[in-house]
């Protein structure tokens, strides 16, 4: 199902930049720390910026990059839904909340029948957000309006957007 709303990472995204920035800062440190400088444990001061720096740069970089990727994959199909998608209905076999049902959107998993022009219905099974004052029209044996791209090699059936009313 595409995910709704915009990036769930912003925040994330934030404090990481931020520590790989005091990651470079200690990293570059190490460069002007005078090499018989200690630690008060008697380590080199320059040899701690060295590793540290390295560890907080890297250690808060790989996952942004990381989060960035999965930003892209969603972008893609939603792009690919966009261009190529087709209209078509899903009745909903099942509907179950997962997630935190204190705000929205809710994170439910759903069963949907698939029923598209030209193809046999098919079953899929998957999460997704939805906000909160949709999911009365997500009750089994409902029929929603979906937007289903072709299947991908190698992916999945296609991704999904339902279409709200």
């Known amino acids: 199902l595409e995910p709704l709303g915009k990036s769930r990472f ?10 790989s920035v005091l990651g470079v800062v200690m990293f570059t440190a190490g460069f002007f720390t005078d090499s018989a400088s200690r630690t008060a444990d008697g380590y080199s001061l320059r040899y701690f910026f060295f590793i540290f ?31 190529q998608g087709q209209f078509g209905r899903a009745v909903v076999l099942k509907s179950e909340e997962v997630g935190n ?3 929205s959107p809710v ?3 759903l069963r949907l029948e698939i029923h598209l022009e030209g193809l046999a219905p098919y079953q899929v099974e998957e999460k997704a957000e ?6 009365p029209q997500l009750q089994v044996g409902s029929t929603i ?9 190698g992916v999945h059936m296609g991704a999904i957007k339902l279409i709200y009313k």
Do not use: H, N
């Open 10 to 19: 912003g925040c994330f995204y934030l404090l990481s930049f931020l520590m």
């Open 53 to 83: 720096g390295g560890i907080w740069a890297l250690g808060w970089l790989l996952p942004v990059l990381l989060m960035f990727r999965i930003d892209s994959v969603r972008k893609k199909y939603r792009e690919i839904l966009l261009q």
């Open 101 to 103: 049902s204190e705000g």
């Open 107 to 109: 994170t439910v998993k």
């Open 130 to 135: 939805i906000p909160i004052l949709k999911l």
């Open 145 to 153: 309006e979906v937007l289903v791209a072709p299947a991908i090699p």
